[in-house]
């Protein structure tokens, strides 16, 4: 048997399909787009209510370092959440504007590459929001006190930037360990429960697509 | 108001008299990439839906059926991959998948034969998958690569590969 015998085949199933009233009695249900629609919409709004966070928060730090720009530890503590209020915003617009060309009527391979890209810039941008954390509790501290914590507790804000310092490195750390070859197995399981295991299969059918093109 | 409201009913039953007319589009893909009845309910209504979204920008002076195409082709992808990534139940076709139709009327040849492209259907990644159901739909090379987004000279290559492959695969 070869590839055009299953042409034969392929009729037959075609036939038995337009004879189906399983599937095709309500292919088109107004319901159904509702719910396509919500699919996409708590990562829409998810982006949309980041975005609002990076401008309340701009609106907040901008004042705060303008006001003491003339004190070197406070300038830097609003202005290093100031920048990391920017980063939310525009990170959200990024994603927003690609959700927004999305377009299925595309050819397949543009669109579906669209799609993975769309998937692991969400995972490592998520990443890049989460992590600095360790540390952003530092300056959001300085700011809230409006510096007094330095005066007063300055220990607690080096203390912050000590336990980040070590949380972040921990976290690598602990990411390598369970990524050495003789813990594969954990590694996987790890990584399949974390944004790396997305960010892996997102770059492995990047990484088809491309092969599919080559071959 | 009244006349938006009229265009969009207008649009919504020209859309359903295509969609019907083409449903074997439809019908077809989700088969192809769906093993299990329920997931194949879902996928069909899935690509009439984002194809009733993206309806407005469908320029009537080209293929109805190309424009078909390439989203059910896309959802169906997009939707074996999500399925994958979020470790879902099965979705992709297996070996020995629900065939709709093997009824017990239905010829032992012919059936053998469904069964055999059922089979070749699930060794296929989902992208070649796309290929096999436009060159078993008889789609030209210039259709196939306009949905697929290759170039001509690339199709042709690949369906001659396709078919050492299948024909490796039914020797087997």
Redesign the interface.
């Known amino acids: ?10 009729q ?3 036939r ?5 009233n ?3 009695l ?4 107004d319901g ?2 509702d ?3 919500r699919g996409l919409r708590p990562l829409v709004w998810g982006q949309a209510i980041q975005m609002l966070i990076g401008v309340l928060g701009s609106f907040w730090f901008a004042p705060f370092w303008v006001a003491h720009r003339h004190e070197p530890w406070l300038l830097l503590a609003g202005l290093v959440m100031h920048v990391y209020c920017l980063g939310l915003i525009v990170f959200g617009a990024v994603m927003q504007a690609r959700i927004a060309r999305i ?10 590459r669209q ?2 890209t769309l ?1 692991r810039t969400y995972v490592i941008g998520g990443l890049l929001i989460g992590l600095p954390w360790w540390f952003l509790t530092a300056p959001l501290l300085v700011v809230l006190t409006r510096g007094l914590i330095l005066d007063n507790a300055p220990s607690a804000v080096w203390g912050q930037l000590v336990v980040g310092a070590i949380g972040l490195l921990a976290t690598g750390g602990f990411v390598r360990w369970a990524n050495q070859p003789h813990r594969a197995a954990l590694g996987r399981k790890l990584g ?1 429960g974390a944004a790396g295991g ?1 960010i892996h ?2 770059q492995a ?1 990047l990484d ?2 491309a092969r ?2 080559k ?1 | 108001m009244v006349q938006a409201r009229m265009t969009t009913d207008s649009l919504r039953a020209q859309f359903q008299t295509l969609l019907e007319r083409h449903r074997g589009i439809v019908l077809k893909v989700a088969n192809t990439y769906c093993r299990h009845v329920e997931d194949r309910r879902d996928l069909a209504q899935e690509i009439s839906a984002q194809a009733w979204k993206a309806f407005r920008s469908w320029d009537d002076g080209r293929s109805f059926s190309t424009w078909m195409y390439r989203i059910a082709l896309n959802v169906a992808i997009s939707f074996v991959r999500s399925a994958r990534m979020h470790d879902r139940h099965s979705t992709p076709l297996d070996e020995a998948g629900d065939e709709p139709g093997l009824d017990d009327e239905a010829s032992r040849e012919t059936d053998d034969g469904i069964r055999a492209l059922y089979r070749c259907i699930a060794r296929l990644d989902p992208l070649n998958r796309a290929l096999l159901v436009l060159y078993l739909d008889d789609k030209s090379h210039r259709e196939i690569a306009e949905i697929l987004g290759l170039s001509e000279t690339n199709v042709a290559t690949k369906i001659g590969r396709l078919k050492i492959r299948i024909s490796n695969q039914l020797g087997d």
Not at chain 1, 1 to 10: G, P
Not at chain 1, 26 to 29: I, S, Y
Request: proline share 2%; no cysteine; net charge negative.
């Open positions: 048997m070869e590839l055009d015998d299953l042409k034969l085949a392929w037959t199933l075609d038995r399909l337009q004879q189906q399983a599937l095709g309500q292919l088109f249900r159904r787009v719910k396509a629609r377009d299925y009527a595309a050819p397949v391979l543009a669109i579906q799609l993975l998937r399949d997305s299969r997102a059918a088809e697509i599919f093109e071959e």
